[in-house]
């Protein structure tokens, strides 16, 4: 095991895992993250906490996570390499596992140029390959970048991010490679709405035998309405919302839209549960917790398992 | 009091809007006597710096006029006369002053009718702003 | 080379308010190659200060001089210019800020009876290249640790905005930066050299983490030739 999450010892017994995200507040008050947990809470397996997502000033990452442990969820904490140096990424990595976070996710981060505070010096003293290769040696040899041992047992199951649909489209396979060569035990991909790229993306992946060195699981996240659809094909970096998909939409009618952005969403979760090498999904409802019990009810994936 | 006749600086082009001037002075399009014809041999020569001295010595107005675009001798002097009346301007600007004083203009090869109203406009402009404010 | 770009007017009227000895010391190197404070510029600035004056009420002078290179003492080691700069209450430097600092120690160092005031006229931007008429690009951040052999000559820690140097992030799309849609992505422009290089696997091994101590995060940096000195 490597560090026992509820998360790991699902995957490792070949469960087909469901992860949720929820972005903390833009202040400090905790009832906000428990209210969200308690809508996720026994709906998904584990649940990643966004760390300053957007470069939006929000509720630290870790301090999030640690309310999740309380309410009884299971949290897969978020890290961008954009406002932390090495010293500091270490330093809360020792602080997240005394505080019994387990499962984490190695980010470049997103460029402060998109959030609220764009004349601020961003850090990328490191990147996210790079972190996944520090945290695997602080949990796997026990020391720290400088080789210096690390006082007590630091353990933490390694995420990291995947974007299929970015460019150059045929590297991403070997960029993924790469973080796997670097030590990362599972990872989450961008969301997911053109299915024939993100087949042709994981037969690559398949063949290269990825899949079994470490789990990939598929992002997916609804499409509540027709300008988000259009917003987010237009405005998010790699993501391809095919015509079909947006016509669906449009053809739903008023007042019907998101219920049928809910059902397009069920079908594809359905379908990646069904190509090989898929060995889970990570939901990103975005402020759309409340909708996850049923979005998991709809796709036939309650209840979860229990470890 | 005599009335203000603004004094105006034309950096003209050799192969339009000098023809025009001459075209002009012979014909009865008469335009301000207080205008002082520079020859160029193409607009794109003016520098940002001829204009600003020009204001700077006491002109009222400046004024490039070049040829029509897509018709200058040397291809694309008139578009770079443009740019550089352009950068002129917001230079000017910072210092507190007018845009109006300068121009950058065209007229066909025998435009002399046009080259005698865009100087009278600008006259007129000038005369509404009244003397270069370094003068007073 | 070092590129810069003027500061706006008001800025360095600003400066120099209250003046009336005004000196204005082009530089004759970079700034001049990329039109930001060589001769042209400092009669430019020299005009508007004159102008700005004149439309106050204010009878400071304003003198032009340019020094071929503000950054080494040789170009500033002229009696004439020493004699200008004691002469004046203010000296506006449109050299880069080295330039700026060094002229400003220098001219302190030989002029004994009073402090001499330097400020820029100047934001230096980068370390670049001209990539077209009047267009100048970043192209190097001075990390002190080269990469380029690795990188088929294309800088990650420069060009990406992110400094990434494992391969793009998510963010990279049909060739652009999604900092700036403008802005080439430096790893998809890496990728198309290594593989015209044959060099592809260069991509797979991982760069470890860089260490910053050459960069200006270990402070600030000298080189010092031995052989040079006596």
New interface residues.
Partial sequence: MKSGSNLERLLERGEFVVTGELGPPKGPDANVVKEKAAMLKDHVDAVNITDNQSATVRMSSIAACKILIDEGLEPTMQMVARDRNRIAMMADLFGATALGIKNMLCLSGDHQIFGNHPEAKNVFDIDSIQMIHMVKTMRDEHKVICEDEIEGEFTMYIGAACNPFADPAWYRPHRLAKKVEAGVDFIQTQCIYDMNRFRAFMKQVVDMGLHEKCKILAGVTPLKSIGMARYMAANVSGIIIPDDMINRLRDAGKGNVAAEGIKILCEQMQELKDIEGVAGIHLMAIEWEHRVPEIMKMAGFLPRPTV | MKEFEPRIIAFCCHYCALAAADVAGKMEFQFPPSVRVIRVLCTGKV???HL??A??AGADGVVVIGCKFGECYFREGNYRAQKKVERAKS??E????EQGRLRFDFVPGPGAKKFAAILSTMTEELKALGPN??RS | MIVGERKPFSEILSMVEGDSKILILGCGSCVTVCMAGGEEEVKILGSQLRMAFRRNGNNAEVTELVALRQCDDEYLEDTPLIEKVKDADIVISMACGVGVQHASTFFNRVIDDKTIRVVPALNTTFMGANIDVGEWHERCLGCGDCVLEKTGGICPITRCAKSLLNGPCGGSFNGKCEVNKDTDCAWHLIIERLEALGELDNLKKIEMYKDWRPSHSGGPRKTVREDMKI
């Fill in positions: 520098e940002i710096l600003l001295k204001l700077e230079l000017l910072e210092v507190g002053i404010p370094l």
